[in-house]
């Protein structure tokens, strides 16, 4: 890592150590001993694409004893239950373990409990109801959920989705389609978001609420497993709701308010992707120039060549530029700073240069660089995928371009 001038808050760098400690014991040697599991898509996936039992049971193991051991929970806030640390723990955090376990070692992805798919900041406003209903089993691991945002008709302009909850006594029914939600196939819980005022929702005044809403409900069906980049199974899937009923209990935050909500995931997505983005580029840049130091051609190691080590330095340059955007733009938020400039930047800048660094990687391994062994192609199909989601790079720069024609110019 190149030096930083300050250094993180105590309580957050031994946080980051324990981290990496709890990843070295829990993540590194299940993958080691499941190495037959790992390698073999035909027992990762059942054949409708989702994931095996024999992975649910590891995913299941790691989530739990994080939450034993109080990092699963850690930027949860404390009212909750959670250790109630901010945006620049989760961003550190993330930043940690992507680069300790690489894209092999996915099994990390479940120690901190994603914005998306476990207890989070974005549950601040859940009803005391759903505390004593749902809170328990997800903050011990044991349940997962979902954020369903993105319609068939809705991606970039999320607002204008077509879910609609339609007022039925003191509850609604809930009737839509909502695609692309990561985790899906196998969560409990889906944070379902419609239209509760069609007409302030058309107008982009409020109108839209957040549900959460039991994936075994009558009328929620998932409809099937989206594959990415030609895998057999996925974790992103197709969801169809048809009259799902839904009591006020299950309203998360105010209502009509709930896009609100859904701006702020995004944003807590932001944050892990720039660290996800940041983690790997590291994690590939060490293994690109561990490979140049000991391959040779004409003689020599090929460390010894420009052509080869000066893309490496210029990822090391960008990759640095990238990680103190991150950690800037999450101390920001920790202040109270809505950040969405600096944040869009962060993430859009992040994303596109881990991805170079992975590529670079590849570049510097020869043919090397496509082998499974490797597995640098992981990283890179991942970065690529995040150079969309969480906000592609377009909407990015129309965010930033649309705070510096409003006058924030500082940068
Ligand atoms: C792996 C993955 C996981 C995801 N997980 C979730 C999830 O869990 N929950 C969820 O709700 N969603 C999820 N998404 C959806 C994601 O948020 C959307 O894919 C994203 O917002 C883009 O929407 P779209 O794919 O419909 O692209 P579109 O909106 O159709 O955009 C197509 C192209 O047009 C460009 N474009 C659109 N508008 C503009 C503009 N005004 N100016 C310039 N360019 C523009 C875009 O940048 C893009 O290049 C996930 C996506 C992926 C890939």
């Known amino acids: 890592m190149s030096a930083i001038a300050w250094d993180l808050p105590d309580d957050i760098r031994a946080v980051r150590e324990g981290l990496i400690d709890f990843a070295r014991k829990e993540v590194l040697p299940r993958h080691e001993t499941h190495r037959a599991l790992f390698d073999d898509p ?20 790691v989530r739990r004893a994080a939450a034993r051991a109080g990092y699963y929970n850690m930027c949860v806030p404390e009212h909750l239950g959670g250790g109630g640390l901010g945006h620049l723990a989760y961003y550190a955090g993330w930043e940690a373990l992507f680069h300790l376990c690489g894209p092999h070692n996915w099994l990390m992805l479940y120690v901190i409990s994603h914005w ?28 997962s959920m ?3 945002l993105s319609e068939p008709g809705a991606g970039s302009d999320a607002a204008a989705l077509a879910t609609r909850a339609v007022k039925d006594g003191e509850g609604w029914r809930l009737t839509g389609r909502k695609i692309w939600t990561s985790n899906a196939p196998v969560a409990d819980y889906c944070i379902v978001f419609a239209q509760t005022d069609p007409e302030r929702a058309a107008a982009r005044r409020g109108g839209i609420s957040a549900f959460l809403v039991p994936t ?3 009328g929620f069906e998932v409809q099937r497993v989206i594959k990415l980049f030609g895998h057999i199974g996925g974790d992103e899937a197709e969801l169809r709701l048809e009259d799902v009923r839904v009591e006020p209990w299950q309203l998360v935050g105010d209502l009509h308010q709930g896009f609100a909500a859904a701006l702020y995931g995004v944003s807590l997505g932001r944050i892990y992707n720039s660290a996800r983005a ?20 004409f003689d020599r190691p090929i460390a010894d060549y420009q052509g080869v080590t000066f893309p490496l330095a210029e990822s090391a340059t960008e990759l640095h530029a990238a990680h103190l955007m991150g950690l800037n ?39 090397m660089g496509f082998t499974n ?26 965010s930033i371009v649309q705070r510096l024609l409003k006058g924030d110019t500082e940068v």
């Not at 998306?116 to 044991?142: H, Q, Y």
Request: some cysteine; aromatic content about 8%.
């Open 146 to 148: 979902c954020f369903g």
């Open 278 to 297: 940041v983690g790997y580029g590291r994690w590939a840049l060490e293994l690109a120039l561990d490979y140049a130091k000991t391959r040779k051609a």
């Open 116 to 143: 998306a798919f476990g207890p989070s900041r974005l549950l601040e406003k859940v009803t005391p109801e759903a505390r004593e209903r749902i809170l328990g089993p997800m903050m011990a691991g044991e349940a």
């Open 42 to 61: 035909r027992r990762l996936y059942r054949k409708d694409g989702r994931f095996s039992d024999a992975l649910k049971g590891l995913i299941g193991e």
């Open 329 to 367: 733009a999450a101390t920001l938020l920790d202040q109270g700073h809505p950040a969405i400039k600096e944040l869009s930047m962060a993430k859009a800048y992040s994303v596109q240069v881990g991805y170079r660094a992975v590529d670079r990687a590849m570049q510097t391994h020869g043919a």
């Open 373 to 398: 062994e490797v597995g640098l192609h992981h990283a890179w199909h991942s970065l690529r995928i995040v150079n969309v989601a969480d906000g592609t790079n377009e909407i990015l720069n129309r």
């Open 216 to 218: 075994g409900s009558a």
